[in-house]
């Protein structure tokens, strides 16, 4: 039996849900170029759920001053088409910028589930109050950036991957950020803060990585933990901990029954 008929192409008859993956397998701009194969693909990349903005991205427009990319990012986001469940920003030399708090601005009201941010220079990028409104989030990966929620922010409560990379944030606020993320499973933490310590609660909790500066890690109400990697970086002199501090910081993991794998590390 015949797919189509002498006067129609093959390419025509591609279907919708295959269409997208295939779309979605593509940089941007060679999903853009599509459009040009059918009229059926006309401006389906346009109703793509997920935009990925890195270095694959950056190489087909290099040359242009991040401060354009930018504008040129937001023009995308300004023409697509329904939800956007993955929003990825992470181009080499991004630097913190104003142009970003509307990008996020945009995507935030967007149904985003998958959110990355990378910023690579000068000062860190302080997060706008609106991603905190992104109550559907299930997956987030910041670096570089000041986390600080507004008063009131009761967490991402269908989050369950984070990974914060060179992230400043209080003490208690990342605390209770983990905590109020009762879905939470994979939890990745590199020299995120100078914390003095960190109460790590997490029901769900299934892998955490703490690579940083941290003198203590509890762990509370972490039953699943299965995969466990803890390496404290800088001298002893510098965190003021003794062999005795090093120690009750291990001995604190008493609440991960089915522990499979651990690593502790020390200088």
């Not at 500066?213 to 404290?232: A, G, K, M, P, Q």
């Not at 001995?251 to 651990?262: A, Y």
């Amino acid at each position: 039996m015949n797919i189509c008929d002498s006067n129609s192409d093959i390419i025509s008859h591609v279907p919708g849900n295959i269409l997208e993956n295939i779309l979605m397998c593509l940089p941007l701009q060679d999903a853009a170029r599509t459009s040009l194969l059918s009229r059926k693909w006309r401006y389906v990349w346009s109703k793509l759920p997920q935009l990925v903005f890195d270095d694959k991205f950056y190489r087909h427009v290099y040359g242009t001053k991040h401060a354009k990319l930018l504008m040129i990012i937001y023009q995308v986001l300004l023409f697509h088409r329904g939800p956007i469940i993955k929003f990825t920003l992470t181009l080499s030399g991004l630097e913190n910028c104003s142009e970003i708090d509307q990008l996020i601005r945009f995507v935030s009201s967007n149904d985003i589930q998958d959110f990355a941010l990378h910023i690579w220079q000068r000062e860190l990028y302080k997060l706008p109050s609106s991603l905190y409104s992104c109550l559907q989030l299930r997956h987030l990966n910041l670096s570089s950036c000041m986390i600080k929620p507004p008063p009131g922010f009761e967490g991402f409560t269908r989050l369950i991957s984070l990974d914060l990379c060179d992230v400043v944030i209080a003490d208690d606020v990342l605390s209770s950020l983990i905590s109020n993320c009762p879905l939470l499973e994979d939890l990745t933490l590199h020299s995120s803060t100078g914390s003095h310590s960190l109460e790590v609660v997490g029901p769900n909790l299934i892998f955490v990585r703490c690579d940083g500066h941290f003198r203590s890690i509890c762990f509370t109400n972490t039953s699943r933990l299965e995969d466990v990697c803890i390496y404290l970086i800088g001298e002893r002199a510098e965190l003021r901990c003794s062999e005795e501090d090093i120690s009750i910081s291990v001995m604190l993991l008493d609440s991960v029954p089915v522990i499979e794998s651990l690593g502790l590390d020390f200088c």
